[in-house]
């Protein structure tokens, strides 16, 4: 696939981005190597591969799941500016 300038200005125009004609000039290319690389993964044997989690066969510790409220609320509302009844204040920002 040949990524061009009108490629690069497509896909920032799908994604919502401001790309200027110098920014074409740059990212074409880049998005073709990206490609390129993608086409030599494709060519990749991966059968017989199960899927991974992760790498490493480490298990990880598990807490107990407790909620808590942390017994800190006072100590959290010192740094609002304005609270009310435990709760911070917030602007409207909603009409």
């Excluded at 497509?10 to 401001?18: C, D, E, G, T, V």
């Excluded at 059968?47 to 510790?61: F, G, H, K, Q």
């Amino acid at each position: 696939m040949s990524i061009d300038k009108a490629t690069v200005s497509k896909i920032a125009s799908l994604a919502r981005i401001k790309v200027t004609e110098d920014d074409l000039n740059y990212y074409a290319p880049q998005l073709q190597n990206i490609m390129k690389w993608m086409d030599s993964l494709q060519q990749v044997n991966t059968d017989n591969v199960e899927p991974l989690a992760n790498v490493s066969e480490i298990a990880l510790r598990l807490r107990e799941d407790v909620v808590t409220d942390g017994g800190i609320t006072a100590d959290i509302l010192k740094n609002a500016p304005e609270s009310v009844e435990g709760f911070f204040v917030v602007s409207k920002i909603v009409e």
